[in-house]
T-cell receptor, first 111, second 113 residues
Framework: GDSVTQMEGPVTLSEEAFLTINCTYTATGYPSLFWYVQYPGEGLQLLLKATKADDKGSNKGFEATYRKETTSFHLEKGSVQVSDSAVYFCARGYGNNRLAFGKGNQVVVIP | GAGVSQTPSNKVTEKGKYVELRCDPISGHTALYWYRQSLGQGPEFLIYFQGTGAADDSGLPNDRFFAVRPEGSVSTLKIQRTERGDSAVYLC???????????FGPGTRLTVL
């Protein structure tokens, strides 16, 4: 089965709304977890990461908490802006090399 | 400083042809990764180099795909006898240190007609 699962479908919301994108992972052990963002016309960029259980990664107003009990790493932002429109990918690390990504969620923020 | 660069940015080829895609990692990064991203999907791992050697090539889909990194810096992904299903964006990333923080290049969009 998939090692990283993201919620289905694009997300459309109004400016200043609360954003949540769900991500769950399968793992043995304690993999590092990541959120990457791809802005229109740009390459993948690391948004935030967490390396152990209960860690909270944060950046640019986004947060995600490493939840081992639910094997989740949901991304949240309290008040989105139009500039947050992008595709967001959840990923987990294997050992110290490759990453496994979810399918991504397109987020569209409407003014 | 300079980020990861990839050339060409776009490549259109015909079915059955051979292609080479180049990646220049961030200076000093010893680890280099290739991924493939199909439309509407997340990137999928292809191969990982630590220095000059391929430490993990488990993601290469078949023996038409090959990658080299002869001097531990620039890497070339080579695809023989291209097929239409090879059409995708090929991403390169590099990293140094632990915890898999990888920096991605802009990708090469390969289209096989």
């Amino acid at each position: 089965g998939d090692s990283v699962t993201q919620m289905e479908g694009p997300v459309t919301l109004s400016e200043e709304a609360f954003l949540t994108i769900n991500c769950t992972y399968t793992a043995t052990g304690y993999p590092s977890l990541f959120w990457y963002v791809q802005y229109p016309g740009e390459g993948l960029q690391l948004l935030l990461k967490a390396t152990k259980a209960d860690d909270k990664g944060s950046n640019k107003g986004f947060e995600a908490t490493y939840r081992k009990e639910t094997t989740s790493f949901h991304l949240e932002k309290g008040s989105v802006q139009v500039s947050d429109s992008a595709v967001y990918f959840c990923a987990r690390g294997y050992g110290n090399n490759r990453l496994a990504f979810g399918k991504g969620n397109q987020v569209v923020v409407i003014p | 400083g300079a980020g990861v660069s990839q050339t060409p940015s776009n490549k259109v080829t015909e079915k059955g042809k051979y292609v080479e895609l180049r990646c220049d990692p961030i200076s000093g990064h010893t680890a280099l990764y290739w991924y493939r991203q199909s439309l509407g999907q997340g990137p999928e791992f292809l191969i990982y180099f630590q220095g000059t050697g391929a430490a993990d090539d488990s993601g290469l889909p078949n023996d038409r795909f090959f990658a080299v990194r002869p001097e531990g810096s620039v890497s070339t992904l080579k695809i023989q006898r291209t097929e239409r299903g090879d059409s995708a964006v090929y991403l390169c990333a590099s990293s140094v240190g632990k915890d898999n923080e990888q920096f991605f290049g802009p990708g090469t969009r390969l289209t096989v007609l």
